[in-house]
């Protein structure tokens, strides 16, 4: 009788503990996804940071030299941002950021990875065709513009299609990260400035 | 020293004191010091009378308890431990009446710090289930470390006419909510603690406490709500179950077990130890059966005769929680300390053990332990 009731005391207690267990790897695991989460989120918009999304271009360079794929790399810079944050005030100025970074992710799909390189910086990576993207863009602009229209805030952008467009370079520095994330950054800022002047005069 | 352990089971009083006079007057009549342990059921009002008419001293203390060993009988009536000196070995006797005296805590900790030489056995009654504390309390106060020479426990009895018959008894008094110290002076010992439970599983911290009361664990879990879980798919169960699975409370800095704590009762929203509990203290669950409590008395005996090789005496303070667990096997306990020190014993179920922790950093207030002194006259 009592030997009976030890082994359901021991199993019951058996369970318990590993019921404990469970929880605690539950935990462990959701502390792990919290602190993995907060690494590559933008604080202020919730969209990736500057390190994921460094990090997942240059696996992306990769992956369609490898496989024949295509993306677009796009990047914006807002225009006219600078006054508002000085009129306004940074909290004005954050809230802006915030309006902006929804637009342009609510422009995309879940699959694009929309990301804030900093200041008023933002980029994409799109798995879509150009005339798809062309639309979205123009979309964005349209919407921006209604966002502060007194300040006359607008968006400049700039895209690459990669590896197309640098494939000669890419394929040069395949096996070196730093370099490739670079010289594509760099080219796309260059792109996406030029088109800037060339609305100066609009703005 | 000289010593000779007796019982009666005598219903009377006062005719198992004759018996056991009549059979020390055989074997020991010159005998120094007398240490008694009385079932509650004799009239505590009678002792002290009838102590001193038969024996004709005041050289003696005595304390309830239900169950007391001598040698590896259980018995439940009248037992006696008699001493004899043989050199310069002497037994004082210091007793605090009422622990709820405001410097009893201090007088306490200022005698044991000023005979720290010496070793002090402590007998206390329940004290309306404050003596947990007031053990951690005086470990605090205690001036010196290791501590490797205080040993005890709890009196055990039951509730009766409004009373918790866990009393202390020395010439001319009676002890209700208080303890006695009996420290011994030019003596050889070792104090062994023997545990035996397992710990099982990862740790639970405790959010809400109070006294001997644990209401709530790690993010606000009902404590009891887990007890009852490890009861279920048992008909009727009752609570001694649960003494299969203290708690073992680990050190708060270095995580060890630092002392067990048995389940008194069961309520709704909280579970009742037979001693404290403390926000913030961490635990695990353990689990024991008779064999590996055996185990583990077999190597305290064995520690303990390393250190004293052969004791004029061994005391044995092993919680009544603990025999309930050795089911069958309550008398093998004390048959192991009689075998390995080779020495008599005198012993009794208590209501929490007193004693030094693992590293002997602190005094502590166990449950569910056995808890033995071997002492041998220097």
Redesign the interface.
């Given at each position: 009788m009592?030997e009976e009731?030890?082994l359901?005391?021991?199993k019951?207690?058996?369970?318990?503990?590993?019921k404990?267990?469970d929880y605690?790897i539950s935990q462990k695991e959701s502390m792990l996804e919290k602190t993995y989460q907060m690494a590559i989120t933008d604080s202020l918009t919730g969209l990736y940071n500057r390190y994921f999304f460094t990090d997942r271009l240059h696996y992306e360079i990769h992956r369609s030299l490898r496989e024949n794929l295509r993306f677009y790399l796009i990047m914006f810079d807002l225009d006219n941002f600078k006054p508002i944050n000085d009129k306004y005030g940074h909290l004005k100025g954050d809230e802006t950021l915030k309006n902006v970074a929804e637009i342009i992710k609510n422009n995309f799909r879940s699959y694009d990875i929309v990301a804030r390189l900093g200041g008023d910086e933002f980029v994409v990576l799109a798995f879509l065709d150009k005339n798809d993207i062309k639309q979205r863009l123009e979309n964005i602009l349209q919407e921006i513009e209604k966002i502060f229209p007194e300040e006359n805030l607008s968006i400049s952008y700039g895209y690459l299609k990669l590896p197309d467009d640098l494939r000669d370079i890419l394929e040069k520095n395949l096996n070196n990260k730093e370099e490739n994330v670079k010289i594509v950054i760099s080219e796309v800022d260059n792109i996406m400035y030029e088109n800037k002047r060339k609305r100066k005069g609009l703005l | 020293m000289i010593t000779k352990t007796l019982y009666s089971k005598n219903e009377s009083l006062h005719f198992a004191l004759i018996e056991i006079k009549e059979k020390l007057d055989n074997i020991l009549p010159n005998f120094d010091f007398l240490i008694f342990s009385f079932h509650p059921r004799y009239d505590y009002n009678d002792i002290n009378y009838f102590v001193n008419k038969v024996f004709s001293t005041n050289k003696w203390v005595g304390f309830h308890a239900v169950d007391s060993f001598v040698n590896d009988e259980i018995v439940e009536g009248v037992s006696v431990l008699a001493l004899k000196y043989e050199k310069d070995a002497s037994i004082d006797v210091f007793a605090i009446e009422d622990i709820s005296d405001k410097d009893s805590l201090e007088k306490t900790a200022s005698y044991l710090n000023s005979n720290q030489d010496k070793l002090h056995i402590v007998i206390a009654g329940l004290c309306n289930e404050k003596f947990g504390f007031f053990v951690e309390n005086l470990s605090d106060l205690l001036a010196y470390s290791p501590v490797k020479n205080i040993v005890g426990g709890l009196s055990s009895g039951y509730r009766r006419n409004g009373e918790v018959l866990t009393f202390q008894f020395l010439d001319g008094k009676i002890i209700k909510n208080g303890f006695i110290i009996l420290t011994f002076d030019k003596v050889d010992f070792d104090i062994g603690m023997s545990l035996g439970f397992k710990p099982?599983?990862?740790t639970?911290e405790i959010k809400k406490a109070e006294g001997y009361k644990l209401f709530s664990v790690d993010e606000g879990k009902n404590f009891s709500y887990?007890v009852q879980?490890?009861?279920?798919?048992?008909e009727n169960p009752v609570v001694e179950?649960l003494w299969?699975?203290p708690i073992n409370i680990l050190d708060d800095e270095d995580g060890y077990v630092a002392t067990l704590r048995a389940i008194k009762d069961t309520h709704k929203d909280y579970v009742e130890f037979f001693g404290p509990v403390k926000v913030g203290q961490k635990f695990k669950?353990s689990?024991g059966?008779k064999n590996d409590i055996l185990n583990e008395d077999l190597k305290t005996a064995l520690k303990v005769k390393e250190n004293v090789k052969y004791p004029d005496f061994i005391l044995n303070f092993s919680c009544m929680a603990r025999q309930y667990v050795l089911?069958d096997k309550q008398s093998e306990e004390n048959k192991i300390y009689i075998n390995t020190l080779n020495a008599p014993l005198l012993g009794f179920f208590t209501f929490g053990e007193i004693g030094p922790d693992k590293f002997f950093k602190k005094l502590k207030f166990y449950n569910e332990t056995s808890l033995i002194v071997g002492i041998k006259e220097r």
């Open positions: 009592r009731i030890k359901t005391i021991l019951n207690l058996l369970e318990e503990v590993t404990k267990y605690f | 099982y599983g990862i639970y887990i879980n490890i009861l279920k798919d048992i179950y299969y699975i669950f689990f059966e089911e």
